[in-house]
C-alpha cells in the first residue's frame, strides 16, 4: 500500500513538473520571486497556494536549501525533492518526518537526523532500529516508553544512564543488580522502584538524601549518612 502510494505521488509529481513548465513557456511575465518574497506571499491568505509552489519549484538547490532553514515543510511542495534537501528539513524540524513517512521510504539517516532535532519524534516511528532508539533515550530517557517493538539491554541502559527514573519503565524481571545501581546513581529516587541492594541503597542517598524515604528499616549507617548530606545542602543554601 504504502508502495503504491509512493508510485502515485511521482506521477503526479511528473505531472505537475510537465504543467510547470507549461506555464514558465507560455507565460513570460512570470516573475521569479526572491526567497522573502516567497515567505511573504506564502504569509498573505490571498494568495494562491499552486502560485507559490511554482515559485519554490523555480528555485536551484542552493535556494532550497534556504528557504527549508526557514520553512522546513516546503519540503511537501517540491517536486522529488533530493535526499539533502529531505536531511534539510529535517534538521530544522524532525516533525517533518511525519509527512515523509507517508509519501516516501524514510531512510535510517532520515529517521537519526530528525530524533537529533526533535527526539520526540520517536513516538510516530514504527519498528526504530536500536541504533535509532539509542539516538532518542541518550537525549531522553523517558522515551523508553514510546519505543515500539523489543528494546535490547543496551538501550535499557542508555536510557537508564540519561534518566535513572526510566527504570520504572522496564519490566521488573529486567530491573537487574546493574541497572539498578546505575539509576540510583543518576536520581537517588529511582530507588522507589527497585527491590535494593544495600550498596544502591548507599549511592541512592549520597545522590540525593530524600532517598531515604523509600527504603524500608534504613541502618543507623544509611540515616546518619542521610543527616551528614542534609545538614551540608543546608550550609550551602546558607552561602
Not at 6 to 34: G, Q, R, T, W
Amino acid at each position: 500500500m504504502k508502495i503504491l502510494k509512493v508510485l502515485l505521488k511521482k506521477i503526479l509529481d511528473f505531472y505537475y513538473l510537465m504543467e510547470l513548465k507549461s506555464k514558465l513557456k507560455n507565460n513570460k511575465y512570470l516573475k521569479k520571486l526572491s526567497i522573502e518574497e516567497i515567505l511573504e506571499e506564502y504569509k498573505n491568505p490571498y494568495t494562491l497556494k499552486s502560485s507559490i509552489i511554482d515559485q519554490i519549484n523555480q528555485l536551484n538547490e542552493k535556494e532550497k536549501k534556504e528557504i527549508l532553514n526557514k520553512q522546513p515543510y516546503f519540503i511537501f511542495d517540491m517536486w522529488l525533492p533530493s535526499q539533502e534537501l529531505k536531511l534539510k528539513a529535517l534538521s530544522v524540524d524532525g516533525f517533518v518526518l511525519k509527512g515523509l513517512d507517508r509519501i516516501s521510504y524514510t531512510t535510517e539517516e532520515m529517521k537519526l537526523v530528525a530524533i537529533k532535532r526533535n527526539p520526540n519524534i520517536i513516538k510516530h516511528i514504527k519498528n526504530p532500529s536500536e541504533l535509532v532508539q539509542l539516538a532518542a533515550v541518550s537525549q531522553d530517557g523517558m522515551l523508553l516508553e514510546y519505543i515500539e517493538g523489543k528494546k535490547s539491554r543496551i538501550v535499557k541502559l542508555e536510557a537508564v544512564k540519561q534518566n535513572g527514573l526510566a527504570i520504572s519503565l522496564i519490566n521488573f524481571k529486567y530491573r537487574t543488580n546493574e541497572l539498578g545501581l546505575i539509576a540510583v546513581k543518576q536520581n537517588g529516587l529511582a530507588i522507589q522502584y527497585l527491590s535494593p541492594t544495600e550498596e544502591m541503597k548507599l549511592e541512592a542517598i549520597k545522590q540525593n538524601p530524600k532517598a531515604i524515604q523509600y527504603i524500608k528499616n534504613p541502618s543507623e549507617e544509611l540515616l546518619k549518612l542521610e543527616k551528614e548530606i542534609m545538614k551540608k545542602e543546608e550550609k550551602n543554601e546558607k552561602k
